[in-house]
């Protein structure tokens, strides 16, 4: 045997605790980065936090800004995303996992999808550009960029869809087919219940991801400096991470403490569907599986 | 009754069926508003002017610019950074969670990697530019720009660190502990263990986390666009600020560019360079999975 392999010499013990310790070094720098993120944000970012933020309007005063339209803004695009994506991303799931036979068409669209999933999100923005805004003349519109993100996300629902449809047992499907169902009464009453709280885990997941998206909006044209609330599908919009991408990009330094308090309101909700989203999970996984 | 209901039910698949074509009409949608307006901006500059030319200066009026390498050599000195920081941290966090942490800590540090994970990048830039930056580089490092590929690229790293670090400790997971206690039994340490049993067992889906890793760090955004600056050059100095793709991306995007006009068309161009190349890496990542791996029973 060859003596590095050995552990008994003090040699070997040595490396031993050097190596763990390299590893816990890494580890240590992991968590310092997340740490210090989190502190210089909620630092800066607190003593600038008030309703008048959440209320008023953007301004060219680094303390009077407000990020008003741009919480409006959010709250309409990812409505429009979510209704598009969620019912599409459910029905293309269902397809796949309970009709679609293996084959060339089943397998090409499994492969589209992960290679969909890979693709820059600023390349979803090119093609809400294109699509939306030029071709079907959408504009810059609140439409055109929820449509935008709802196709970015559509693929990761797909794919939380198609793992949901996958873990409910069989025996369900077989019993409901035995009692004379049709497939698609198995599917929406029997099937779809049970798949349902571990779908919705992943589609609060996934839209919370849509929340923080900034690029593919700015590429297909949202604003970045907006003094009006929209009030229609077709106005004009920003949104939270776009105004904070405006904020930290000035060149004043107060913007930045201003930028801080919007990416406080930013992870706040963020956050909060995330626990959402972990305590579903928790009580889904308390139920005992048949 | 039965014939109603059955066309009910073909009307219910087709419906179906149309949201599955969805996706595949998203990436004939990707692929073909990206081919148009590329072959138009082909039709004004040569691909080989675009591929091989080493200035890109396309408002530049009469003596516009229109090589894509310095983009480029932006994108991968970020990128270089990026992969040369997360590796190693990603993988020894990798490393210290599947063979060395307790229950409770790796119970504790699963849930930090999924917040880093789950922060948007916008906020990561502001992390680039407010604290990496102006708190670390510009107190420790002496001619570093305020815009740099330095700060763009660690915090890019920090962006793909949770990616890199939870897959391969799948990958690691994954194989089998009978190898683990073949070579405890042979009187290996728990380090030799892992380096050289455990690591080159998992190489496979280590590596393809790695060019996925990658993949992703080329087609960041915002940390770039926030803290890397907006000066397209042939630097290899990290100091300096640089432009990748995706930041150009977002420059003419923030300002109101004309339908048809060339700099339109150079975000279609760039993009599909972008693409291409990001394409191609998360090819590769499946293929290797596919291929090299270690199968075991």
């Known amino acids: 045997m060859r003596p590095a392999l050995s552990a008994g010499s003090r040699k070997g013990r040595l490396s031993e605790t050097l190596f763990v310790g390299a590893l816990l070094l890494a580890v240590l720098i992991g968590v310092a980065a997340l740490a210090a993120l989190v502190i210089s944000v909620l630092s800066q970012g607190i003593p600038r936090l008030s309703i008048e933020f959440l209320t008023s309007l953007p301004s060219r005063f680094a303390e009077k800004a407000g990020a008003r339209p741009a919480i409006f803004g959010t709250l309409w695009i990812i409505s429009v995303c979510t209704l598009f994506s969620v019912p599409v991303g459910i029905g293309a799931a269902i397809y796949l996992e309970?009709?679609?036979?293996?084959?060339?068409?089943?397998?090409?669209?499994?492969?589209?999808?992960?290679?969909l999933a890979g693709v820059p999100s600023i390349i979803y923005g090119l093609l809400g550009l294109a699509l939306?805004?030029?071709?079907?003349?959408?504009?810059?519109?609140?439409?055109?960029?929820?449509?935008?993100?709802?196709?970015?996300?559509?693929?990761?629902?797909?794919?939380?869809?198609?793992?949901?449809?996958?873990?409910?047992?069989?025996?369900?499907?077989?019993?409901?087919l035995a009692l004379g169902a049709t497939k698609w009464q198995t599917i929406s009453r029997q099937v779809l219940p049970v798949a349902l709280p571990s779908f919705m885990t992943g589609v609060i997941l996934a839209i919370s991801r849509a929340i923080g998206e900034t690029a593919p909006l700015i590429a297909m044209g949202a604003l970045t400096y907006v003094t009006f609330v929209p009030k229609a599908l077709g106005d004009r919009f920003t949104a939270l991470p776009i105004q904070i991408f405006n904020w930290t990009s000035r060149p004043q330094a107060e913007f930045l403490d201003t930028a801080a308090a919007g990416i406080?309101?930013?992870?706040?909700?963020?956050?909060?569907?995330?626990?959402?989203?972990?305590?579903?999970?928790?009580?889904?996984?308390?139920?005992p599986r048949s | 009754m039965r014939g109603r209901r059955r066309h009910h039910e073909t009307a219910i698949k087709g419906l179906l069926a149309a949201c599955a074509l969805i996706s595949v009409a998203t990436t004939a949608g990707i692929i073909l508003a990206l081919a148009s307006e590329t072959l138009a901006f082909f039709k004004q500059i040569s691909p080989f002017r675009f591929f091989t030319g080493t200035v890109w200066a396309p408002t530049f009026g009469s003596n516009a610019a229109f090589g894509v390498l310095p983009l480029i050599n932006g994108t991968l000195m970020v990128t270089a950074i990026a992969v040369g920081f997360a590796t190693p941290i990603g993988l020894a966090i990798a490393v210290y969670l599947s063979e060395y942490a307790p229950k409770r800590v790796r119970s504790a540090l699963k849930p930090c990697l999924e917040v880093l994970a789950g922060v948007p990048t916008v906020?990561?830039?502001?992390?680039?530019?407010?604290?990496?930056?102006?708190?670390l580089l510009e107190k420790g490092i002496p001619g570093v720009e305020r815009f740099n590929a330095l700060s763009a690229g660690l915090v890019v790293g920090l962006m793909i660190v949770p990616l890199i670090a939870s897959l391969s400790e799948d990958a690691m997971r994954s194989v089998p502990q009978g190898l683990r206690e073949a070579a405890y039994g042979l009187g290996a340490t728990k380090r030799i263990t892992a380096l050289r049993v455990i690591l080159p067992a998992a190489l496979s889906g280590i590596a393809s986390a790695v060019i996925l890793a990658m993949s992703r760090a080329i087609g960041e955004t915002m940390i770039v666009a926030i803290a890397a600056g907006n000066q397209p050059r042939m630097s290899f100095n990290p100091l300096e600020g640089i432009q990748t793709m995706t930041?150009?991306?977002?420059?003419?995007?923030?300002?109101?560019?004309?339908?048809?006009?060339?700099?339109?068309?150079?975000?279609?161009?760039v993009g599909t360079t972008l693409f291409a190349i990001t394409f191609l890496l998360n090819l590769l990542s499946i293929r290797i999975v596919r291929k090299f791996r270690e199968t075991y029973q």
């Open chain 1, 98 to 115: 309970e009709f679609a036979k293996k084959g060339r068409l089943s397998t090409l669209i499994d492969v589209n999808i992960a290679n």
């Open chain 1, 132 to 176: 939306f805004v030029r071709m079907f003349a959408m504009g810059r519109s609140v439409l055109a960029g929820g449509l935008t993100l709802g196709l970015l996300v559509l693929p990761v629902i797909v794919i939380v869809g198609r793992e949901a449809l996958r873990a409910v047992p069989s025996s369900i499907r077989e019993g409901a």
């Open chain 1, 264 to 287: 406080v309101v930013l992870l706040v909700v963020l956050l909060t569907m995330n626990t959402a989203a972990v305590l579903l999970r928790h009580r889904f996984e308390k139920v």
């Open chain 2, 123 to 135: 906020v990561l830039g502001f992390f680039a530019l407010n604290f990496v930056t102006i708190r």
């Open chain 2, 247 to 269: 930041a150009y991306i977002v420059q003419v995007s923030l300002g109101d560019t004309p339908t048809g006009s060339i700099a339109y068309r150079t975000i279609f161009a």
